[in-house]
T-cell receptor, first 112, second 115 residues
């Protein structure tokens, strides 16, 4: 089955810096890779996703890259702000959306 | 509001007891997922149902069971509860189409405390 590894587990940056979170997956059949943001005590919310037919996707300060050959994908946040502080989860699943598997999460702390 | 409704929001019960958590998916979503999140931990996949049938299973304990009803709501039953079962239980739903994956929307979660 699918296994998703995520690094780092914690990430501290200064406001305005960039943050990068990396994930690797094991199942070559996976073709959909969402990223979720979870604030303390709240539900995970999708911030960006990418499908296997593209290599990069951007949405304002957030971007995701995908390397299918290496089976890894990354989240890039530029110009970080204190409100970006949260836990970020990557995930992977295949066509049919079976068993959406999450990484272990990255706690991002953005200091003013 | 994600459109996914979970009840109750909080639940406190004693060890050895049985509880039922309920999830109503977004209108039109056929797939329901259950996740367990222990304190400061990740999202552990428990089980997925699609249109009433079990579709995928994670590391769900034998003491736990779930089902999806004809109206598509789902229930997660936890029995013989132990202190270690204390966690936040999330339900998520999604539209699953042929060759198309869409966003999974999460409910607010049920916080279970076993004392």
């Amino acid at each position: 089955g699918e296994n998703v590894e995520q690094h780092p587990s914690t990430l501290s940056v200064q406001e305005g810096d960039s943050a990068v979170i990396k994930c690797t997956y094991s199942d070559s059949a996976s073709n959909y890779f969402p990223w979720y943001k979870q604030e303390l005590g709240k539900r995970p919310q999708l911030i960006i996703d990418i499908r296997s037919n593209v290599g990069e996707k951007k949405d304002q300060r957030i971007a995701v890259t995908l390397n299918k050959t290496a089976k890894h994908f990354s989240l890039h946040i530029t110009e970080t702000q204190p409100e970006d502080s949260a836990v970020y989860f990557c995930a992977a699943t295949n066509t049919g959306f079976q068993k959406l598997v999450f990484g272990t999460g990255t706690r991002l702390l953005v200091s003013p | 509001d994600s459109g996914v409704t979970q009840t109750p929001k909080h639940l406190i019960t004693a060890t050895g007891q049985r509880v039922t958590l309920r999830c109503s998916p977004r209108s039109g979503d056929l797939s329901v997922y259950w996740y367990q999140q222990s304190l400061d931990q990740g999202l552990q996949f428990l089980i997925q149902y699609y249109n009433g049938e079990e579709r995928a299973k994670g590391n769900i304990l034998e003491r736990f069971s779930a089902q999806q009803f004809p109206d598509l709501h789902s229930e997660l039953n936890l029995s013989s509860l132990e202190l270690g079962d204390s966690a936040l239980y999330f339900c998520a739903s999604s539209v699953v189409g042929q060759g198309v994956n869409t966003e999974a929307f999460f409910g607010q979660g049920t916080r279970l405390t076993v004392v």
